[in-house]
Nanobody, 119 residues
Framework: QVQLVESGGGSVQAGGSLRLSCAVS????????MGWFRQAPGKERERVAK????????NYADFVKGRFAISRDNAENTLYLQMNSLNPEDTAMYYC????????????WGQGTQVTVSS
């Protein structure tokens, strides 16, 4: 059974950093493109960034502005999101997802990890 489990969320003050992880089990992560998404209360889920099979990032959201970096370790079957210079607007539930590379269709969602940034 394919499973994505996020970790690393928490509460930080504005200007702080967090590193999210997404552990993949049930399939070889090399098979899929991956992505991070987020959803704030009362808002639609939005893309943060995507990464292809060989680890080339793409489709960073404008609000990232060089603050976030997506990466993957295929040997460890893990996806990462390094988040720096966090601000209160980054407060959201963050989800990782396995994506179909051809069109970005989401195949599997993780359960999410909460990130809360206080001013």
């Amino acid at each position: 059974q394919v499973q994505l489990v996020e970790s690393g969320g928490g509460s930080v003050q504005a200007g702080g950093s967090l590193r999210l992880s997404c552990a993949v089990s049930g399939y070889n992560v090399r098979t899929y493109c991956m992505g991070w998404f987020r959803q704030a209360p009362g808002k639609e889920r939005e893309r943060v960034a995507k990464i292809n099979i060989v680890g080339i990032p793409s489709n960073y959201a404008d609000f990232v502005k060089g603050r976030f970096a997506i990466s993957r370790d295929n040997a460890e079957n893990t996806l990462y999101l390094q988040m720096n210079s966090l601000n209160p607007e980054d407060t959201a539930m963050y989800y990782c997802a396995a994506l179909r590379c051809s069109d970005g269709y989401t195949l599997v969602w993780g359960q999410g990890t909460q990130v809360t940034v206080s001013s």
